[in-house]
């Protein structure tokens, strides 16, 4: 007789770190460890905005090697105006593509300039790249959907002044990173269904999707993540308030939800295989497989969440900005040629009209 199957373990035992990557994080101190919970949230917010770097544009033109301007633009329904950071290699003639950032901090911390540095010197000064990085407003001060329509407003506006920013409106890449990434996925969402201009891809990193943080990466990281699900869950329902754990809740705050993934512009999405937003960002990839869209998918093995920001020298940190500098330069020449292609066929049938 076959042996009565033994007790189904329901232990999740959490993916190892990368080596690098953990000796890293065993020299945090606990502040840097400490969850975010309702009660710390003010706090931690307050210690943000005072610690975090906020470059001038002055300090961001870095001896003239960028050109940067802080513009306010209307927001959404003509309600408060939307601060936009736009920036550029100086010196470079003609229009530029555009990467439309968001940036990271939970919904609840970090600003526009911050990230500016390392996205100006890592891609837009290779690439001959424009960047424009959005301020929008943070949770709870600012409930759903302010962020994602600030965002939008930032992005109509942007493209619609093209020939002002010295851009490309048709070769615009939107992106960005934890909070900002699922701002990212939200904006193309939101883009699409009001029929707004065509990004031609969406920079998806270890994008926050899912406000009910149930999947089994969420449990499995639970107070082990540098992000883990009580953090997740606090900043979530800073963003929602009474609309936190809704059934009905809107895809443009939360994309995780969205059940018509169609048509969306060729996505880069990564996350690391020990990270709390691990599933939710494959279930995503895998959900524009199944609608018939394009998206890149990383997995970073060992990597936790934000791991190339703590651990920028870590061999891993290293082939993942390889990784979406060759997506980002791939998505860009093929735009190029589209768009020659394009033009080329126009004077084709000019010709023959003539």
């Not at 959907?145 to 490309?168: K, M, R, S």
């Not at 998206?295 to 703590?310: I, K, Q, S, Y």
């Not at 997506?327 to 190029?336: D, E, G, K, P, T």
């Amino acid at each position: 007789m076959p042996a009565e199957p033994g007790p189904v373990s329901t232990t999740r035992v959490a993916p190892p770190f990368d080596p690098e990557l953990s000796a890293a994080l065993a020299a945090f101190g606990d502040e840097d460890r400490e969850p975010l919970t309702p009660e710390n949230l003010a706090a931690r917010q307050e210690r943000d905005a005072a610690t975090r770097p906020k470059p001038t544009a002055r300090d961001l033109r870095a001896d003239g090697r960028f050109e940067v301007d802080e513009l306010r633009v209307p927001g959404a329904s003509g309600g408060r105006d939307v601060t936009l950071v736009s920036a550029r290699p100086a010196g470079i003639e003609g229009p530029l593509p555009l990467l439309y950032y968001m940036h990271g901090g939970g919904m609840i911390m970090g600003n526009a300039w911050s990230v500016l540095p390392q996205l100006l010197g890592e891609w837009a000064l290779p690439l001959g790249l424009a960047v424009v990085s959005v301020e929008y407003p943070l949770a709870p001060r600012a409930r759903y959907l302010a962020p994602v329509e600030d965002c939008h407003a930032g992005f109509v506006w942007a493209t619609a002044h093209a020939a002002e920013l010295g851009i490309d409106a048709s070769r615009v890449v939107i992106g960005g990173k934890s909070a900002g990434g699922g701002l990212a996925a939200a904006l193309a969402l939101l883009n699409r269904d009001r029929g707004g201009p065509t990004p031609i891809g969406q920079l998806l990193l270890c994008p926050m999707l899912d406000d009910r943080a149930d999947t089994f990466s969420a449990h499995q990281m639970a107070g082990i993540d540098t992000w883990d699900r009580t953090s997740n869950v606090t900043a979530w329902q800073a963003l929602l308030g009474d609309r936190y754990g809704a059934a009905d809740l809107s895809p443009y705050a939360a994309p995780a939800r969205a059940t018509d993934l169609s048509g969306l512009p060729p996505a880069y999405i990564e996350v690391g295989s020990a990270e709390t937003f691990r599933d939710e960002d494959v279930a995503y990839a895998n959900a524009i497989w199944q609608a018939g869209g394009q998206a890149e998918l990383h997995v970073w093995p060992g990597a936790f969440h934000g791991f190339d920001t703590f651990v920028p020298e870590a061999a891993l940190s290293r082939d993942a900005r390889d990784a979406r500098m060759r997506w980002l330069r791939r998505v860009l020449v093929q735009s190029a040629s589209a768009s020659a292609s394009g033009a080329g066929a126009g004077l084709e049938g000019e010709t023959e009209a003539g």
